[in-house]
């Protein structure tokens, strides 16, 4: 074999380096959008809106009946400590940055996945939280839950 | 609100992968399930849940949650419900301490008017009513089973009498005496429907029409019937590549802005909220009883295979015991009122009026199944199936009589033929004389 024929072997070769190197990006990437459930052409609002509507089917007791298996809620719950804390049961969905609190007044306070510790993750002093809204870092929505408010040992009821 | 209660008993935060839990539900004290809906009406349901708009929208007016729930020691201390049973119950569930089941997972939803209004079209008030008024006045039906006596029990003094006093869901009266006039029009005004039976009982006329003024959606159906339409359109062009699309998404969020603008109507200032909840619930109760092989269903050899049987084939099978046929159709109007329900919620509030939200109904964006535009699937199939209107076929129906190319969006907005509203949930099945008939004809 030549030197000439050897040098474009060697760059045959690194081409197909180069392409299979493109390929395991490509699939990575697909691995990664599934798991962050993918939203295909949809915007961001209409995305908010389909993660909304699965969690209302499933608040009215939808899960269980007919064999629907679409589960768009999470398990967070709050414990009225004498340090109120938010502890997310089911840990965050994969890809979370940002977190919505909807207030019982109906506010919102937007958190950082980041501010969260501890394992389960907890977020402590969260205020009236009715429901909570996970998104990824480009705001798109991933999760839902209903806020389980988790009474006080010996405490009264909860109001 | 009580197949809700019925999920959660054996799934206390909705993670699904549970049946539900009828026998415990209906072993429960009905004083407790009194209470129990008064929590869950405080809650605020779908008020309380978060909006898209600035301007809260749900139920008319959110605060009339507030105005008319009883107030908060009082119904957290001395009224609350204590409901909170271990599943399964062998017993009468003990009266269990704060919070009650359900009060604690944020604000429980309950089912929007549409619900009731199918569920009831199926004649399943006038069947189990005519089953509790036999076993409380005779012995012509099989012998109860202790659990069957305890369920027809909780449903006379739960739905067949006047509920405690102040109680939200209270809404007979010496002003408005009969319940089943109040739920006729609630649902005349809301949707412009009757149920597809006659009243029980020697009514004259239509009283439930009297005094409603110009307040009554006689629109919707024919606006519904369209969107329909128009979706199915969408669905059916979703993946053309090439050639002309007559979806037009801007038609389908007009049609649901004023569908949501028509429904808002009725509900000005909180209007309707309390019969909307006290119906859901009550057909709630009936819904969950021939949902699955509960005790009464296998006392009256009504059963239908477990949990993979049919509401309609188990209540069907009870009314040849007591005479009284459902429509042909009332499989179609179980599933419905579970489908078309959190849809309209949706509609209502303003979520698919723009029409990038709409393009919500009826569009895949590269996904395989997508939950809206899988349910409004099902329900144009459904509804199709029931009324006998054929949604999928008005392209091919159109463009032979017309002799042209259908239109998706019509030259001008669609006008009601006449005062009498042409949807009925039962037609073309009407119940025969022998059912529902003639009041007369309900006890054989």
């Not at chain 2, 399964?88 to 359900?102: H, K, S, V």
């Amino acid at each position: 074999m030549t030197t000439n024929q050897n040098n474009q072997l060697a760059e045959i070769l690194t081409k197909i380096a180069k392409i299979e190197e493109r390929q395991a990006e490509a699939l990575a990437a697909l691995v990664s959008d599934r798991e962050r459930a993918p939203l295909g052409g949809m915007g961001i609002g209409q995305a908010g809106i389909e993660l909304r509507f699965r969690a209302l089917r499933n608040a009215l007791g939808n899960m269980g009946r007919r064999g629907e298996t679409d589960l768009a809620l999470r398990q967070v719950e709050l414990h009225p400590d004498d340090t109120p804390r938010l502890v997310f049961v089911d840990g965050l969905p994969f890809g979370t940055e940002h977190i919505t609190l909807f207030l019982a007044d109906g506010k919102q306070r937007a958190v950082a996945a980041s501010a969260l510790t501890g394992q389960p993750p907890q977020l402590l002093k969260p205020g009236e939280v009715r429901t909570i809204q996970f998104d990824d870092e480009g705001h798109r929505p991933l999760a839902f839950a209903l806020v389980r408010r988790v009474p006080a040992a010996g405490a009264g009821p909860i109001k | 609100m009580f197949r809700t209660l019925a999920q959660l008993i054996s799934d206390p935060t909705l993670k699904g992968g549970l049946a539900p839990d009828p026998a415990t539900t209906f072993a429960i004290h009905p004083i407790q399930l009194s209470r129990w809906l008064e929590e869950i009406w405080a809650g605020g349901g779908v008020a309380s849940w978060p909006q898209a708009s600035a301007t809260p929208k749900a139920l008319g007016d959110p605060a009339v949650i507030d105005r008319l729930k009883l107030p908060d020691n009082l119904r957290d201390v001395g009224l609350r419900s204590g409901v909170r049973p271990t599943s399964p119950a062998t017993t009468q569930p003990a009266f269990a301490g704060p919070p009650a089941l359900g009060v604690d997972l944020g604000p429980l939803p309950w089912e929007h008017m549409i619900y009731p209004y199918l569920v009831e079209s199926t004649g399943i008030l006038q069947i189990m009513a005519e089953v509790v008024r036999r076993y409380v006045v005779g012995e012509t039906l099989p012998t109860p089973s202790v659990a069957t006596v305890a369920w027809v029990r909780a449903t006379e003094e739960l739905f067949f009498r006047d509920p405690p006093l102040f109680h939200v869901g209270g809404l007979t009266s010496q002003l408005r005496p009969d319940a089943e006039v109040n739920r006729r029009n609630a649902y005349w005004r809301m949707f412009g429907c009757d149920l597809p039976h006659p009243p029980r009982g020697p009514i004259q006329g239509q009283p439930w029409k009297q005094d409603t003024g110009p307040g009554a959606n006689l629109r919707f159906i024919e606006l519904w019937t369209d969107l329909l339409r128009q979706v199915w359109v969408g669905i059916e062009n979703d993946r053309n590549q090439v050639g002309a699309n007559p979806t037009d998404p801007n038609y389908v969020g007009y049609l649901c802005q004023t569908i949501g603008e028509l429904l808002r109507l009725r509900r000005r200032g909180g209007l309707l909220a309390r019969e909307e909840f006290a119906y859901g619930a009550m057909l709630s109760w009936f819904h969950l009883t021939v949902e699955f092989d509960t005790a009464v269903v296998e006392d009256l050899s009504a059963g239908a295979g477990g949990t993979g049987g049919n509401p309609a084939d188990r209540l069907a099978a009870i009314g040849t015991r007591v005479g009284i046929v459902p429509p042909r159709h009332a499989r179609e109007l179980f599933e419905l009122a579970d489908l078309l329900s959190p849809v309209l919620w949706f509609v209502e509030l303003d979520q698919f009026s723009a029409p990038a939200n709409a393009e919500l109904l009826y569009r895949s964006f590269g996904t395989p199944n997508p939950p809206i535009r899988a349910t409004m699937n099902r329900i144009i199939d459904l509804w199709q199936s029931a009324t006998g209107d054929r949604i999928k076929d008005s392209a091919v129906t159109t463009s032979r009589s017309a002799g042209g190319a259908p239109q998706a969006q019509p030259t001008r907005l669609p006008t009601p033929t006449s005062s009498t509203p042409r949807f009925n949930p039962a037609v073309p099945a009407p119940l025969g004389p022998n059912a529902n008939g003639a009041s007369a004809a309900h006890r054989p």
